[in-house]
């Protein structure tokens, strides 16, 4: 078992910047691959980033390739997403998920536990 709790979420103009955190606590931390999803209201779930359990392997949704960046520190249980020019159809609720497996999922149904979400919002 793994919890997961987020922070950083907030509101912020269009082209700002956030930075969201996720501590995990609770089992291995580093065994585990870590991602970054989100969901707007009325929508499905999506992805939007992943790390390897090392770091590694490192993979985002299209329509954020170049404004966002995940990382993670293995000795601080923590993953973190960078998030630059932000845009209004990017709010949503942003969850930290974990996943044991071979490699980082892009597919929710993968992930094996979940944070509660932050808010973002993002006014044009």
């Known amino acids: 078992q793994v919890q997961l709790v987020e922070s950083g979420g907030g509101l912020v103009q269009a082209g700002g910047s956030l930075r969201l955190s996720c501590v995990a606590s609770?089992?291995?931390?580093?065994?585990?691959?870590m991602g970054w999803l989100r969901q707007a209201p009325v929508k499905e779930r999506e992805f939007v980033a992943a790390?390897?359990?090392?770091?590694?392997?490192?993979h985002y949704a299209d329509s954020v390739k170049g404004r966002f960046t995940i990382s993670r520190d293995n000795a601080k249980n923590t993953v973190w997403l960078q998030m630059n020019s932000l845009k209004p159809e990017e709010t949503a609720v942003y969850y930290c998920?974990?996943?044991?497996?071979?490699?980082?999922?892009?597919?929710?149904?993968?992930?094996?536990?979940w944070g509660q979400g932050t808010q973002v919002t993002v006014s044009s």
């Open positions: 790390t390897r359990w090392n770091g590694g392997s490192i």
């Open positions: 609770g089992s291995t931390f580093r065994v585990y691959h």
């Open positions: 998920a974990a996943q044991y497996g071979i490699s980082p999922a892009a597919n929710k149904s993968e992930y094996d536990y």
